[in-house]
């Protein structure tokens, strides 16, 4: 079912919508929940709470696309199920990706220093100057939360090629954003 059917059955409220969103983006979400969370339980409810907050926000927004509205609220579903899940300790899974980018995006002090928003729209100028392959690699790893091993095997690489290349694009982003006054040298 395409995306304007399905957003026209949230409008609706059928419950069939529903459904269709399981359908269609079920495997996906629960993928990025289970790469940040680690937790089947966890995931699966992380992706009911998703299907959830697309059917509450849904009317009144219309999102296009459809795939990218849903990923990204399933994403940070999961986020905040892991922040709170793991208050006060630290879990390894998720936060391994988000360390191979620490050199690249300012510390601690983020919100004080430049808007979240803002360094959002410098990421994307930057994955606009770069090849789709690199593109697809860096979300699948960066947004997504896929492992090097799962991205290799995807792109046909051996996984120390993969790690490679996600070390260059890492490069390529901070030099990116020191020219655009995020990050200092």
């Not at 399905?6 to 289970?34: D, T, V």
């Not at 090097?148 to 694009?169: H, M, P, T, W, Y």
Request: aromatic fraction near 8%; charge should be negative; include cysteine.
């Amino acid at each position: 079912m395409d995306d304007q059917k399905i957003i026209k059955l949230l409008w609706q409220r059928a419950e069939s919508a529903i459904e269709a969103l399981a359908k269609k983006f079920g495997n996906r979400l629960m993928s990025i929940a289970m790469n940040i969370l680690g937790v089947h339980q966890d995931a699966e409810e992380s992706v009911n709470d998703t299907y959830l907050a697309v059917w509450n926000t849904v009317p009144p927004k219309k999102p296009d696309p459809l795939a990218g509205y849903v990923y990204a609220t399933g994403r940070n579903i999961s986020l905040d199920r892991l922040k709170y899940n793991t208050a006060e300790k630290r879990d390894g899974r998720y936060d391994v990706s988000i360390d191979e980018l620490a050199n690249c995006i300012p510390g601690p002090a983020l919100e004080e220093t430049v808007e979240a928003r803002e360094l959002g729209l410098a990421i994307n100028r930057f994955l606009g100057t770069i090849n789709a392959d690199n593109r697809a690699l860096f979300l699948r790893r960066y947004w997504f939360g896929d492992s090097v091993q799962e991205i290799a095997k995807d792109f046909g690489l051996r996984d120390n090629a993969a790690s490679v290349r996600l070390g260059r694009i890492r490069m390529q982003l901070r030099e990116h954003l020191i020219k655009e006054g995020y990050v200092d040298e």
